[in-house]
Each structure stands twice: as C-alpha cells, then as structure tokens.
C-alpha cells in the first residue's frame, strides 16, 4: 500500500525554466517531509526537508512546498540546471519518527 | 570524508545460497537502516538498528536477517534468497531520533542477483 505517492515518473525541463515535482501522501499521521536526489549509480542524497508545521521552505534553487489539507507537496528547482537531471524521491516520516516511506521518484531532464 | 559504504556494489548469488551484504559508516551515526529497492520501485525498509536495538519491519520476510556487531559496521544476510530478492539494497544511517525526521544518508547501494 503505497502511502506516498509520485505520479509523474519522468519530466523534462529547459535550462534557467522551472522544474516541479510534486508529491501526494495518503496518512495523516504524517508530519515530516524529506526530498532526496539519486544520480545513476549512486544512494539518494538528501536535498531538503519540511516539517508539517511549516508551508514552505527555502534553500538556494529549492523550495518545497507543503498543502497539508490536500496532503500534497511539491519540489520547485528555479532556475533548473542540467546537473539537476537525476531521480527525485519524496519521502515522508510519521509516528515512528524515523521510517521513512518513500514514493517511487520522478526522474527529471534538464536540457540544455 | 564521512561516508557509508556499502560492499560488493554488485553481488551475484546462486538461488537458494546465503548471502551476505556489508556496510560501514564513518559518521558515528547511533541508527543504521537496510531498504529494499526494486526496479522503478520506492525504496522500502526492511529493518533498522538503533545502536544495538534492532527493529524488523512487520512485512520484512525471515529470510532476512541483519547484525550489527559494533557502531560502524553492519550486516544484511539472505538466508535463502529467491528470484523475487533481486533488487538495489541500499543502507543508511542517520544520528538518534532526537528530533523528528531526520534526514538519512545513503551508501551507494549493493545490486544483488540470483542466478
């Protein structure tokens, strides 16, 4: 049963354009939010994190976004770059304070 | 630098034959955790050891097993395993629960398959 859910698995983008991933949860226990980035061959590298207490949070090119009532985030990249190219996990925490359930990612092209 | 790495990165096995995946962790990180990830799959825990505590998942099957001998290294060990084992297993540590959320960090992950 999957409780975090990607829908897009794949999205490609132009160079200095936009990019969003966006991200549904279905448990309401949840309360943090992690998005992790996974280049070919490597483990996923943590990208940045939203507790649910917030509705936004911003670091450099990322901001994630939290809409609790719809439970739904989203990733915003601006401006994209080719070197984001890679898989995109979003990952959510809940009771346990510690698993993580993860979607199944978004692989996202930037071209140039 | 501070890193978890996780040996073989590919392992090949024979169905039915024991297998066993390592890693260690340089970060000193209290809490180390094993993931299945299947291909186009999200990766799924399969176990968790806070220090020495170990902690199975519900649906982790018995034919996984892990030990954690000491703070840096651990074990993932397939008893038995099947064709449906095939898969990424991906190990990461993070420090204690202390707050919530906090963030993992991945080794590069060991791709096991059966023969």
């Known amino acids: 049963d999957q409780q975090v859910k990607q829908n897009s698995p794949s999205l490609s983008v132009q160079e200095g354009r936009i990019s969003i991933l966006n991200c549904d949860y279905t448990?309401?226990?949840?309360?943090?939010f992690l998005w992790y980035k996974k280049y070919p061959a490597e483990g996923p590298t943590f990208l940045i994190s939203?507790?649910?207490?917030?509705d936004k949070n911003e670091d450099g090119r990322f901001t994630v976004f939290l809409n609790k009532s719809a439970k739904h985030l989203s990733l915003h990249i601006v401006p994209s770059q080719p070197g984001d190219s890679a898989v995109y996990f979003c990952?959510?925490?809940?009771?346990?304070?510690?698993?993580?359930?993860f979607g199944k990612g978004t692989s996202l092209l930037v071209t140039p | 630098d501070a890193m978890v790495i996780q040996n073989p990165r590919y392992q090949v096995t024979q169905f039915g034959k024991p297998v066993t995946l390592s890693c260690s962790q340089t970060l000193n990180h209290n809490v180390m955790y094993w993931y299945q990830q299947k291909s186009s799959q999200a990766p799924k825990l399969l176990f968790h050891?806070?220090?020495?505590?170990?902690?199975n998942e519900a649906d982790t099957p018995d034919n996984f097993q892990s030990r954690r001998p000491n703070t840096s290294f651990c074990f993932l060990d397939i008893r038995s395993p099947g064709l449906g084992d095939a898969a990424m297993y991906l190990c990461?540590?993070?420090?204690?629960?202390?707050?919530?959320?906090?963030?993992?960090?991945f080794g590069d992950g060991t791709r096991l398959s059966i023969l």
């Open positions: 939203i507790s649910s207490i917030k």
């Open positions: 448990n309401s226990m949840f309360d943090y």
């Open positions: 050891y806070y220090d020495k505590d170990f902690n």
């Open positions: 990461a540590t993070s420090v204690a629960f202390g707050s919530r959320g906090q963030p993992q960090h």
């Open positions: 990952a959510a925490c809940g009771d346990s304070g510690y698993a993580l359930n």
